[in-house]
């Protein structure tokens, strides 16, 4: 199972929108609800930022969105804060009943 | 609170085995998928493999299939991972994660146990 295609990098200033995408196949992405994202800031374990797509989980500000098209999804993450960086991975579950992450994008407020 | 806390993880020379262990608390274990992902140093999160909540079912990533093992013991709140025949490719820090209600997310995660596999 390769892993998903994130870009390697993002940036923005504060107040700006950046978009990650997460492109798979037709059996990951492509096929299942189950996407979600996860922020992990350096030295830190990851924490749930978007699930099945689009939700988000108590407490995770609505700054942050998920959608999907086709074989890819996105994070957007509006009104960019400086505690906003961090690297973010998406994760899919597939249809060899396995699941399979990205490969991280690192986000860089300037 | 739920809290997920690994252990077992140490330096291990290449072929051999090790066990690690995941003790859980906060939420009715019994009900939950449960999974480890791994990280290896400096690079992005991998999944390692899920065990449905009464243990009768396993899945694996392509890379650890056949070598390692997951278990559970719902009567002491614990998930495992058996190792075998390790290599240097499996360094890395290993997290132990909730599984979602639906399986859409990965919603708690320990703060992982590092295994080198180093001669």
């Known amino acids: 199972q390769s892993a998903l295609t994130q870009p390697p990098s993002v940036s923005g200033s504060p107040g700006q929108s950046v978009t990650i995408s997460c492109t798979g196949t037709?059996?990951?992405?492509?096929?299942?609800?189950?996407v979600s994202w996860y922020q992990q800031p350096p030295g830190t374990a990851p924490k749930v930022m978007i699930y099945e797509v689009s939700n988000r989980p108590s407490g995770v500000p609505d700054r942050f969105s998920g959608s999907k098209s086709g074989n890819t999804a996105s994070l957007t993450i509006s009104g960019l804060q400086s505690e906003d960086e961090a690297d973010y991975y998406c994760s899919s579950y597939t249809s060899s009943s396995t699941y399979v992450f990205g490969t991280g994008t690192k986000v860089t407020v300037l | 609170e739920v809290q997920l806390v690994e252990s077992g993880g140490v330096v291990v020379q290449p072929g051999g085995s090790l066990r690690l262990s995941c003790a859980a608390s906060?939420?009715?274990?019994?009900?939950?998928?449960m999974h480890w992902v791994r990280q290896p140093p400096g690079k992005g999160l991998q999944w390692v493999s899920l065990?449905?909540?009464?243990?009768?079912?396993?899945y694996s990533a392509d890379s650890v299939r056949g070598r390692f093992t997951i278990s559970r013991d719902n009567s002491k709140n614990s998930l495992y991972l058996q190792m075998n025949s390790l290599t240097t490719d499996d360094t890395a820090l290993y997290y132990c994660a909730k599984g979602a209600y639906g399986g859409g997310a990965f919603d708690y995660w320990g703060q992982g146990t590092l295994v080198t596999v180093s001669s």
């Open positions: 065990i449905s909540s009464d243990g009768g079912t396993t």
């Open positions: 037709s059996s990951d992405v492509g096929s299942y609800k189950r």
């Open positions: 906060g939420f009715p274990f019994d009900d939950f998928a």
